[in-house]
Antibody, heavy 116, light 107 residues
Framework: EVQLQESGPGLVKPSQSLSLTCSVT????????WGWIRKFPGNKMEWMGY???????SYNPSLKSRISITRDTSKNQFFLQLNSVTTEDTATYYC??????????WGQGASVTVSS | NIVMTQSPKSMSISVGDRVTMNCKAS??????IAWYQQKPGQSPKLLIY???NRYTGVPDRFTGGGYGTDFTLTINSVQAEDAAFYYC?????????FGGGTKLELK
């Protein structure tokens, strides 16, 4: 059974970078697509981007200049980096496994607050 | 970019009622829609994919329908455990945009 777990700092200062790790067990990240999604305090959900089985990436155009998704296949992990964060980036961040955009397995979520 | 609009934003339903919520795409997306359920404190769970396919283990009281720009999620005989947020999402072609969600509350 695939399991995903997000990890990273829960508090980030404005203008700094947010970095999260998604550790995957029970399934190889060299198959399928692996994405990041966030849910804001007002309950809006936003797809942020994905990294594919081959390492190619696709990002939400609204984040394209600030986001990077990378991976370490030897550790079966993939990563999110979001630069120049503001308080508007305060959210719960989820990683998920995807096939053609259908997200069938999710992590528990990591709450990130952007505050000085 | 395609915008997904869900309605209503919230609804209050009694156990045993039938409820239908809507998702409208700003452009034709064919059947490329998924539905998710998210309960408080939990991660989202996949309910329906490609508009009408029920995911493994999802009770058959959940039914998805629609094509093109207009989609529905119907819950027959709502149960207490169905209280949650429901999100539609465009799939297949990125960006994989989510709708704003519908909050289902039980009376």
């Amino acid at each position: 059974e695939v399991q995903l777990q997000e990890s990273g700092p829960g508090l980030v200062k404005p203008s700094q970078s947010l970095s999260l790790t998604c550790s995957v067990t029970g399934y190889s990240i060299t198959s399928n697509y692996w994405g990041w999604i966030r849910k804001f305090p007002g309950n809006k959900m936003e797809w942020m981007g994905y990294i594919s089985y081959s390492g190619s990436t696709s990002y939400n155009p609204s984040l394209k200049s600030r986001i990077s998704i990378t991976r370490d296949t030897s550790k079966n992990q993939f990563f999110l980096q979001l630069n120049s964060v503001t308080t508007e980036d305060t959210a719960t961040y989820y990683c998920a496994r995807s096939y053609e955009g259908v997200m069938d397995a999710w992590g528990q979520g990591a709450s990130v607050t952007v505050s000085s | 970019n395609i915008v997904m609009t869900q309605s209503p934003k919230s609804m209050s339903i009694s156990v045993g009622d039938r409820v239908t919520m809507n998702c409208k795409a700003s452009q034709n997306v064919g059947n490329n829609i998924a539905w998710y359920q998210q309960k408080p404190g939990q991660s989202p769970k996949l309910l329906i994919y490609y508009a009408s396919n029920r995911y493994t283990g999802v009770p058959d009281r959940f039914t998805g329908g629609g094509y093109g720009t207009d989609f529905t999620l119907t819950i027959n005989s709502v149960q207490a455990e169905d209280a949650a947020f429901y999100y539609c999402q465009r799939i297949y072609n990125s960006p994989w945009t989510f709708g704003g969600g519908t909050k289902l509350e039980l009376k």
